[in-house]
């Protein structure tokens, strides 16, 4: 599982957030016609955060720093963490200060 | 449907036009004072768009999905904030009501309406209390999604400059209280030529510049032309000499492609390949050039499309109509006594009569003696006068006033042969 943080928050032009969101599509293509793209979500900002005993503290929330900020995820195939790192490497969000964390799902053997 | 597929439903500059025609529909919603609300919405509308767009759920109809979601931020907006004293006098009263608030937002982002609202900010933009050149860049701002950054380049100078431009025309609008309307009948010809002027000049910063990047001036040529035949289409804007301009526009653009060779110099008209203009857009040009003779009026735009009109359909330089281009350029001469004017007439009297009658009328324009152009045409017909010597003098200040790299190439090619 690839999940994005930090995304979305570019100020450029409407030319230059199409051009960005081309980057993406593109990408998902790539991975898609190598099998590696299993499907993926992005995430509303906002959202409540729940707590304490009996989830009795409700607040709004996730209140964390913008960098921190969950934007969406990914569920990819690879063979190994190393092929999903060289994935994660070709997220287009960088370059507008965004990271990833590359997580493995883990597999019940049944 | 492949995600290829998907991609390509995208069309180019989607964001940019879309984001031009909601910036002036909710402008004429909230009022053109609110104009950087207006802006807000839709630079939120865009980011929520890439944001979910970008894990490949493109809606079935992008344009819609974007205009739906303006919509209900808007609304959020006039119920949260409720500043209806401050929104325009159409609008408030209906935006009060939370019975015809929502009904009245919807209506306002139907097709016709829209147009209607991007025609409204063309002459709120292009008002004529505001400086010509911030009133380019507002339009490029608000009209055509451009941003301040990209402005710039376009224009090669500096954000600083574009955004003070921006700045400028801003605070007329708020010290004239310019609000969004097409005028009144009898102030509609006068404002109408206003808007033209300013989309004339937008045409030619991209046609004329000599921006390395072929893209930025040609993105310059297409939104003129894409407001041109805005105002072409609406019925109370369709006057011939719109119809004329966008044939102008036409002709030129069908030539971009034959005006720089590969290392990006610029071709002269005369060394052209004919074979790399555009068809269909010198086609367009003579059929807007036909839907501008009725009803009869003559403005500089017709006769300048005329010219271009001459030049496209001749099949050689040498067998182009000079005698009638030049009768043209002193009917333009007529309307528009100005030195540049009187450079082209000049040069097309070389061709109509001869290069000496040409040279008597260079030397006599005042007022081009910072052009680098004028220099090098006098340079030219003494050069071909066999007058090498003085030839190569004009060419050498040429040379030193242009900033352009291809045009010094040219001229330095021009001396090598003096």
Redesign the interface.
């Known amino acids: 599982m690839l999940i994005f943080q930090g995304t979305g928050v570019p100020t450029g032009s409407p030319e230059e957030m199409q051009i960005h969101m081309g980057k993406w599509m593109a990408w998902i293509d790539k991975l898609a016609k190598a099998d590696q793209y299993a499907g993926g979500e992005p995430l509303l900002p906002g959202g409540k955060l729940v707590s304490g005993a009996g989830g009795k503290n409700v607040t709004d929330g996730p209140y964390t720093e913008g960098k921190e900020i969950v934007g969406g995820y990914f569920i990819i195939n690879a063979k190994d963490m190393a092929e999903a790192v060289e994935i994660a490497k070709e997220c287009p969000d960088y370059e507008l200060g965004g990271s990833t964390q590359v997580r493995q799902v883990m597999k019940m053997d049944m | 449907m492949m995600?290829?597929g998907?991609?390509q439903e995208?069309t180019d500059?989607?964001?940019?036009h879309?984001?031009g025609k909601m910036i002036a529909v909710l402008s004429r919603l909230l009022g053109l004072n609110n104009l950087e609300t207006a802006q807000d919405i839709v630079q939120d509308t865009?980011?929520q768009?890439?944001?979910?767009?970008?894990?490949?759920?493109?809606p079935d109809n992008p344009a819609g999905w974007l205009h739906r979601v303006a919509k209900n931020k808007a609304i959020d907006f006039l119920r949260r904030e409720k500043k209806f004293k401050e929104i325009g006098p159409h609008y408030a009263y209906l935006l009060q009501s939370e019975y015809s608030l929502s009904p009245t937002v919807h209506q306002l982002f139907l097709e016709n309406e829209i147009e209607d609202s991007q025609l409204r900010m063309m002459f709120a933009c292009c008002h004529p209390s505001i400086p010509a050149e911030s009133q380019v860049a507002l339009t490029l701002k608000t009209l055509c999604?451009?941003?301040v950054?990209?402005i710039a380049k376009a224009f090669l100078t500096n954000e600083e400059t574009i955004s003070k431009r921006v700045y400028r025309a801003k605070e007329k609008i708020k010290s004239e209280k310019i609000e969004l309307e097409v005028p009144v009948s009898e102030e509609l010809p006068e404002r109408l030529d206003a808007v033209l002027k300013s989309m004339y000049l937008l045409f030619n910063e991209g046609y004329y510049s000599s921006h390395p990047e072929n893209l930025i001036r040609e993105d310059l040529c297409q939104e003129a032309m894409r407001l041109c035949l805005l105002l072409t289409q609406h019925t109370l804007t369709s006057y011939p000499r719109c119809k004329a301009l966008l044939s102008l526009m036409c002709f030129q653009c069908s030539r971009l492609n034959a005006r720089l060779d590969d290392q990006k110099n610029i071709i002269l008209l005369k060394h052209q390949d004919r074979s790399k203009w555009f068809l269909p857009l010198i086609q367009q040009g003579f059929d807007y050039l036909d839907a501008a003779a009725e009803p009869f009026e003559v403005s500089t735009y017709h006769l300048e499309a005329a010219i271009a009109s001459l030049h496209a359909a001749a099949p050689t330089f040498e067998k182009t109509d000079w005698a009638s281009i030049y009768h043209l350029y002193e009917m333009l001469y007529q309307l528009q006594p100005n030195p540049v004017v009187a450079m082209n007439k000049a040069i097309a009297s070389a061709y109509a009569i001869n290069k000496q009658k040409a040279l008597d009328e260079l030397l006599q324009i005042k007022g081009l003696e910072n052009n680098p152009l004028y220099h090098a045409s006098i340079g030219e017909m003494y050069f071909e006068t066999d007058q090498k010597e003085e030839a190569l003098k004009w060419f050498n200040k040429a040379i030193g006033l242009t900033s352009s790299q291809s045009e010094q190439q040219l001229l330095r090619e021009k001396m090598s042969l003096c």
């Open positions: 995600l290829s998907k991609i995208l500059h989607l964001f940019r879309e984001s865009l980011l768009a890439m944001n979910s767009w970008s894990y490949n759920t493109i999604g451009l941003s950054p990209e």
